[in-house]
């Protein structure tokens, strides 16, 4: 789902290609999610399986938590919030990148 919406674009000088970028929809607090403080083997994906049922929603816990270093890794002992509704944030999502 992430790339779905990602366009191929062709620069018409040079007939060059290139992907269009992805927007993020802005993730809001809400009083059902999950605080949770990161261990040594937790990662992005990992944690959005175990949350989301869904490896590929990862990203969905990076803007959430405000984490832009394009990594799956987390440092151990961060705080992270795990959004309790991601079919808002999926809907969102799919709205801005049309």
């Keep these: 789902m992430r790339y779905t919406y990602n366009k191929i674009l062709k620069?018409?000088?040079t007939q060059k290609q290139y992907?269009?970028?992805t927007i993020y929809p802005?993730?809001?607090a809400t009083d059902?999610?999950?605080y949770i403080?990161?261990?040594q083997s937790d990662r992005?994906?990992?944690?959005a399986s175990k949350y989301f049922g869904n490896a590929s929603y990862w990203w969905i816990?990076?803007?959430a938590n405000n984490l832009n270093d394009a990594s799956l890794s987390i440092e151990p002992g961060t705080q992270l919030r795990i959004p309790s509704n991601i079919n808002s944030v999926l809907n969102e999502f799919e709205r801005i990148n049309r």
């Design 19 to 21: 992907f269009e970028s």
């Design 37 to 39: 403080i990161s261990t």
């Design 44 to 47: 992005l994906d990992l944690l």
């Design 26 to 28: 802005k993730v809001k």
């Design 61 to 63: 816990i990076s803007v």
């Design 32 to 34: 059902n999610d999950i």
């Design 11 to 13: 620069e018409k000088a």
